[in-house]
């Protein structure tokens, strides 16, 4: 459970950030998780208080948004959405597809204070 060790990330970034742009408190993290990153939003959600405990994000609310993947078809040459890996192309069925989004876990917002 790799989920773990990216909630420990998560709450080292946000002890950053908090020296960087001087807050001391974190109530609510949104996090945007791409569909193809092979991370489990509830398992995120499971781990975050067990980490956060004792830091700055202690009782913060973890908001998880899952964001469609998109690849280029180099077959039929369109963007298209992929939701799994080893889904083909919804216009032509061509497997032939480079990755463009959907593999981050990025913070879109905070609150603080």
């Known amino acids: 459970m790799h989920e773990m060790s990216l909630c420990e990330g998560l709450v080292q970034t946000l002890e950053a950030q908090a020296i960087a742009q001087h807050f ?3 109530h609510k993290v949104w996090l945007e998780i791409g569909a193809l990153a092979t991370i489990e939003p ?3 959600c499971f781990n975050f208080p067990i980490v956060a405990r004792g ?4 009782d913060a609310e973890l908001i998880t948004e899952l964001v469609d993947g998109e690849a280029w078809c180099m077959q039929c040459c369109a963007r298209v959405a992929v939701r799994r890996h080893g ?3 919804p216009n032509c ?3 032939q597809l480079r990755i463009l989004e959907g ?3 990025r913070v879109k917002q905070l609150e603080v204070s």
């Open 55 to 58: 830091t700055l994000a202690e």
């Open 87 to 89: 889904d083909g192309c």
């Open 42 to 44: 509830e398992a995120m």
């Open 24 to 26: 001391a408190k974190v």
């Open 103 to 105: 593999q981050q876990m």
């Open 93 to 95: 069925g061509s497997y």
